[in-house]
C-alpha cells in the first residue's frame, strides 16, 4: 500500500514538474589541434555564467584533459564507472561558474578500446545522476574514432570545431562526409577558432560549405569565430578558462556571444539517440528522488 502510495506521489510530481529538457550537444573536429577542448571547456563556462545546469562530458576517453587545463585534481574518473566502483555522480567535479565537469581517465589504453558494448554501458550510468540539467555539453576525441561516432549520432547538435589550416579543412570534410553518409546526421554547427577576423572565419566555413554543397546531403550553420588572443594563452598557462580569468578579452566576448546562440536553440523533443534518452531518465528520477 505505500509502495502504491509513493508512486502515486512520484507520479503526480512529474505532472506538476514536467522534466526539463535537456540540450544534448558534442564537439568534435576532424584533427587534433586546432582547439576544440578549450572552445568546449569555454562555453561551459559562459553558458554556466548564463544560470544554465550544465555538464560537460570528457569524452576523448584516452587522452582526457579537461581536469588538467582547469586545474582541478579528481580523485575518481570514468575508469571507476566502468569497473562499477562509482557512479557518475561520485565522479563529478565542479569548476568555473559552477560547471559540473564528468572527467575521464588520461593515458589509459582501455579507455581509448571501448567496444560498443562498453560506450552504451557507459551512456546507460546517466541514468544513475540525480540532478537537473539544462545542456550536456560531450567533448570528445578528435579524428573519427567509434567514440566520436556514438556521442555525435546520439546528440541533438554536433559543433565542428576548425582552423584556417588545410588539414583541418580536410578532416572536418571527412567526419561531416562519415556522420552524415553512415550515420544519419543532417545538421552541423561550425566555429572557426584562432581565427584573426570575422571575415576570415567567414571564408573558411565557405570553404567547407562550398564541398559539403556539391556532394553531401547536409545543412551547416556558421556559429561564429573564436579570435586570436593573447588572454586566452595566459589564461591556459594559468590553467583557468579565459571566461573566468579575464572575463573582458576579446575571445571570452566572442564565448560570451556563442553561448547566448546556443541558448535560443530548439530541444528536440524527440531523442535521437540513446545519449537524449538515458539524460531524460536522469531528469525523470531526479524529479522521482524529490
Same mark, same amino acid.
Not at 571527412?174 to 570575422?198: D, P, T
Not at 530548439?266 to 522521482?288: D, T, W
Given at each position: 500500500m505505500a509502495e502504491n502510495?509513493?508512486?502515486?506521489?512520484?507520479?503526480?510530481?512529474?505532472?506538476?514538474?514536467?522534466p526539463r529538457p535537456v540540450k544534448v550537444i558534442a564537439i568534435a573536429s576532424g584533427k587534433g589541434g586546432v582547439g576544440k577542448t578549450n572552445v568546449t571547456v569555454n562555453l561551459g563556462v559562459a553558458m554556466a555564467s548564463l544560470g544554465k545546469e550544465v555538464v560537460l562530458l570528457d569524452a576523448d576517453l584516452g587522452l582526457a584533459n579537461i581536469d588538467v587545463m582547469l586545474g582541478l585534481h579528481p580523485q575518481y574518473n570514468l575508469l571507476h564507472v566502468l569497473d562499477g566502483s562509482k557512479s557518475l555522480r561520485d565522479i563529478i567535479v565542479e569548476g568555473p561558474a559552477g560547471l559540473k565537469i564528468i572527467p575521464a581517465a588520461s593515458g589509459v589504453q582501455k579507455m581509448a578500446e571501448l567496444s560498443t558494448a562498453e560506450h552504451a554501458g557507459m551512456i546507460q550510468a546517466f541514468s544513475e545522476m540525480d540532478q537537473h540539467i539544462d545542456v550536456l555539453l560531450i567533448d570528445s576525441a578528435a579524428g573519427i574514432a567509434d567514440s566520436v561516432v556514438s556521442f555525435s549520432k546520439a546528440a541533438q547538435e554536433v559543433i565542428v570545431v576548425v582552423c584556417d589550416e588545410p588539414a583541418s579543412i580536410t578532416d572536418?570534410?571527412?567526419?561531416?562526409?562519415?556522420? &552524415?553518409?553512415?550515420?544519419?546526421? +543532417?545538421?552541423?554547427?561550425?566555429?572557426?577558432?584562432? &581565427?584573426? &577576423?570575422?571575415? +576570415?572565419?567567414?571564408?573558411?566555413?565557405?570553404?567547407?560549405?562550398?564541398?559539403?554543397?556539391?556532394?553531401?546531403?547536409?545543412?551547416l550553420d556558421f556559429m561564429g569565430i573564436v579570435p586570436f588572443d593573447d588572454d586566452l594563452r595566459s589564461a591556459v598557462k594559468k590553467q583557468r578558462s579565459v571566461v573566468d580569468a579575464y572575463p573582458r578579452s576579446k575571445s571570452a566576448t566572442a564565448f560570451a556571444h556563442l553561448?547566448?546562440?546556443? +541558448?535560443?536553440?530548439?530541444?528536440?523533443?524527440?531523442?535521437?539517440?540513446?545519449?537524449?534518452?538515458?539524460?531524460?531518465?536522469?531528469?525523470?528520477? &531526479?524529479? +522521482?528522488?524529490?
Open positions: 502510495s509513493q508512486d502515486q506521489a512520484a507520479g503526480l510530481r512529474r505532472q506538476l514538474n514536467p572536418a570534410y571527412a567526419l561531416i562526409k562519415l556522420l &552524415s553518409r553512415e550515420h544519419g546526421v +543532417e545538421r552541423f554547427h561550425i566555429i572557426a577558432n584562432m &581565427s584573426r &577576423s570575422v571575415q +576570415e572565419g567567414r571564408e573558411l566555413f565557405d570553404k567547407i560549405a562550398l564541398v559539403c554543397e556539391r556532394f553531401l546531403d547536409v545543412t553561448a547566448k546562440k546556443i +541558448e535560443y536553440w530548439p530541444v528536440q523533443k524527440q531523442p535521437r539517440g540513446h545519449m537524449e534518452f538515458f539524460v531524460e531518465r536522469l531528469i525523470q528520477a &531526479s524529479m +522521482e528522488m524529490a
